[in-house]
């Protein structure tokens, strides 16, 4: 796994997250110039550290060509929680200061994914 395509898979979700839009499966694949395949475990390997840091789920922004979730969200009401907390984290992340920011999550994090600054 190319960990160079993570960072960059990382930084645009996070990006898109902040922006409160969603993304194709097949549009983050071909930002991320990754065979189909690839896809589901990049966005498994993204989201890895940034769920372990306590950082809302940006992989709740990839939806399928119809706009529906994939298949491991549960329910409908579960990613569109994901989805409302990965947007306002990252909103809030976007347009505050730091300082601002700690205040209302206790940390910022170091970039999309790693565990955050103390």
């Known amino acids: 796994m190319d960990q160079m395509r993570v960072q960059f898979m990382k930084g645009v979700l996070a990006a898109l997250a902040s922006t409160g839009q969603v993304v194709t499966y097949d ?62 984290f990252w909103s809030d992340r976007r347009r505050m200061d730091n300082a601002e920011f700690r205040d209302k999550y206790g940390a910022l994090p170091v970039e999309p994914g790693l565990p955050a600054e103390r």
């Not at 329910?75 to 947007?87: I, K, M, N, P, V």
């Open 27 to 88: 549009e983050i694949r071909r930002l991320c110039r990754l065979a189909q395949e690839q896809c589901g475990e990049y966005l498994g390997e993204a989201r890895k550290a940034m769920v372990g840091a306590g950082q809302p789920d940006f992989c709740a922004v990839v939806v399928g060509a119809s706009g529906t979730p994939g298949s491991g969200w549960g329910s409908a009401d579960e990613w569109a929680q994901a989805l409302r907390q990965a947007h306002e």
